[in-house]
């Protein structure tokens, strides 16, 4: 079937999961500064589980980090995914942004950031039948 995955969409998902982890271990932690990290894991594993579609579709993973372009780019397979793009450009911004000194993403951005990427790790799984 059309849901059988190749060695390198698979190796998509795995390393997706492994910054999913981070950012659920990062929640359940009771220290002050985790937000920056939650934000950083979550762009993480949403792009790569979006580079996991693309793969999946055939298509050539480029090697970018905006999410809301690789949305774009599985628009000719996921049509309805493009509504996420707002919420992703959302998402891209945290990690960026946090990476420098002045900027810390608040507890409410790191929530947004969670809820996004659960929301893209269920669809992908979802689409490339992998049981939720």
């Not at 795995?14 to 271990?25: I, M």
């Not at 000719?76 to 707002?86: C, G, N, R």
């Not at 959302?90 to 000194?101: G, K, L, Q, S």
């Given at each position: 079937?059309?849901?059988?995955?190749?060695?390198?969409?698979?190796?998509?998902?795995?390393?997706?999961?492994?910054?999913?982890?981070?950012?659920?271990?990062?929640?359940?932690?009771?220290?002050?500064?985790?937000?920056?990290?939650i934000c950083f894991s979550c762009q993480h594993a949403a792009e790569k589980y979006l580079k996991a579609r693309v793969d999946h579709?055939?298509?050539?993973?480029?090697?970018?980090?905006?999410?809301?372009?690789?949305?774009?780019?599985?628009?000719?397979?996921?049509?309805?995914?493009?509504?996420?793009?707002?919420?992703?450009?959302?998402?891209?911004?945290?990690?960026?942004?946090?990476?420098?000194?002045?900027?810390?993403?608040?507890?409410?951005?790191?929530?947004?950031?969670?809820?996004?990427?659960?929301?893209?790790?269920?669809?992908?799984?979802?689409?490339?039948?992998?049981?939720?």
């Open positions: 079937g059309w849901c059988f995955m190749t060695p390198m969409t698979s190796e998509w998902v795995k390393k997706a999961e492994s910054d999913f982890d981070n950012a659920c271990t990062l929640r359940r932690s009771r220290r002050a500064n985790r937000y920056d990290g579709a055939g298509l050539q993973v480029p090697r970018v980090h905006d999410l809301a372009m690789l949305v774009g780019l599985l628009a000719q397979v996921e049509p309805l995914w493009i509504v996420l793009a707002v919420e992703l450009r959302a998402i891209n911004n945290h990690a960026v942004v946090t990476r420098y000194p002045g900027q810390w993403a608040t507890p409410a951005e790191a929530r947004t950031s969670f809820a996004t990427c659960t929301k893209i790790r269920s669809l992908v799984r979802t689409s490339l039948c992998i049981s939720p």
